[in-house]
């Protein structure tokens, strides 16, 4: 029987090629995001690949900013599948913040997608995981939990919360049977922030996808994304001297 995924911020970046990624390995995918017209562009493009033959696709429109509907929204989504084996919580943006620099709006903008959009959609599918006897939640958080940058503090926030909320609902959903994989990308070029280009050991989003979907069928706890470098360099990653950021940015 086919493995069903069901990833949200699908239309574009990571999540789009996670999409691409499950469907050329067979499995049915339920893509969501806010831009319909993108998701069907991908709904196309997923049923034409090879080892894609016979899946089945459906797709939602999703903005998890709209905290109460997200529940509803996933539930309607999950529905489309006989049962659903593994939902990615992937949706997130970014965004240079300075602190105490009138971006409040800003900030908590930041914070309602990636933390509270993350934790209404963690949500929602441990309820429908708790009901069908067992299920995997993958994480996209960051290598940015770990480490305080400046002008991404709402950013590096949000990613924080979200691991210790994944870290957490791990330990509570075990006896439901509901796992965990939290992942922990470093740079991935996409259209998250302009100038990607810039940042160090930066991938594809491509090559991000393969990683990720070896971690989750792996079942890893955690996959630090991509494994060279940062794998060696994470134990550092909380301990940049303050001096050191004014030549790292
Ligand atoms: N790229 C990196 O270097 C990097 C590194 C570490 C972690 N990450 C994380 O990876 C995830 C994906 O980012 P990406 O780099 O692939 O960025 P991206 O290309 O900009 O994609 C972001 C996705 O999230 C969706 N999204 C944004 N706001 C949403 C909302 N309110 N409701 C529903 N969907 C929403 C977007 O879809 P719509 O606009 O159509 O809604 C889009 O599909 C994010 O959580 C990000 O923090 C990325």
Same mark, same amino acid.
């Given at each position: 029987m086919k493995k069903t995924v069901v990833i949200t911020? =699908?239309?574009?970046?990571?999540?789009?090629? @996670?999409? @691409?990624?499950?469907a050329s390995r067979g499995y049915n995918v339920g893509i969501a995001a806010r831009r319909l017209e993108k998701l069907q562009a991908l709904q196309q493009e997923m049923s034409a690949l090879p080892g894609a033959s016979g899946i089945q696709v459906a797709l939602a429109c999703l903005d998890?900013?709209?905290?109460?509907?997200?529940?509803? =929204?996933?539930?309607?989504?999950?529905?489309e599948f006989d049962r659903v084996d593994v939902v990615v919580v992937n949706a997130?943006?970014?965004? #240079? %913040?300075?602190?105490?620099?009138?971006?409040?709006?800003?900030?908590?903008? #930041?914070?309602? /997608?990636?933390?509270?959009?993350?934790?209404? %959609?963690?949500?929602?599918?441990?309820?429908?995981?708790? /009901?069908?006897g067992g299920g995997h939640v993958v994480g996209i958080s960051s290598l940015a939990s770990l480490s305080a940058i400046p002008t991404q503090a709402a950013y590096c926030a949000t990613k924080a919360g979200f691991s210790m909320y994944m870290d957490a609902a791990a330990i509570e959903l075990k006896k439901h049977k509901v796992r965990?994989?939290?992942? #922990?990308?470093?740079?991935?070029? %996409?259209?998250?922030?302009?100038?990607?280009?810039?940042?160090?050991? @930066?991938?594809?989003?491509?090559?991000?996808?393969?990683?990720?979907?070896?971690?989750?069928?792996?079942?890893?706890?955690?996959?630090?994304?991509?494994?060279?470098?940062?794998?060696?360099?994470?134990? @550092?990653?909380?301990?940049?001297?303050?001096g050191l950021w004014k030549y790292l940015m």
């Amino acid at each position: 029987m086919k493995k069903t995924v069901v990833i949200t911020g =699908a239309s574009s970046g990571i999540g789009r090629a @996670l999409a @691409l990624e499950f469907a050329s390995r067979g499995y049915n995918v339920g893509i969501a995001a806010r831009r319909l017209e993108k998701l069907q562009a991908l709904q196309q493009e997923m049923s034409a690949l090879p080892g894609a033959s016979g899946i089945q696709v459906a797709l939602a429109c999703l903005d998890v900013k709209d905290t109460f509907s997200v529940e509803p =929204a996933l539930q309607q989504l999950f529905a489309e599948f006989d049962r659903v084996d593994v939902v990615v919580v992937n949706a997130g943006v970014n965004q #240079l %913040t300075r602190v105490g620099k009138g971006q409040l709006a800003e900030e908590v903008s #930041l914070i309602q /997608t990636n933390l509270v959009g993350a934790v209404a %959609t963690v949500n929602a599918a441990a309820q429908y995981f708790k /009901t069908q006897g067992g299920g995997h939640v993958v994480g996209i958080s960051s290598l940015a939990s770990l480490s305080a940058i400046p002008t991404q503090a709402a950013y590096c926030a949000t990613k924080a919360g979200f691991s210790m909320y994944m870290d957490a609902a791990a330990i509570e959903l075990k006896k439901h049977k509901v796992r965990f994989t939290k992942i #922990l990308p470093g740079f991935v070029k %996409t259209d998250i922030v302009e100038n990607m280009d810039q940042y160090p050991f @930066l991938i594809s989003a491509e090559q991000a996808a393969k990683e990720i979907v070896g971690h989750v069928e792996k079942g890893s706890k955690e996959g630090v994304v991509p494994a060279f470098p940062w794998r060696i360099m994470k134990p @550092l990653m909380g301990k940049i001297p303050d001096g050191l950021w004014k030549y790292l940015m």
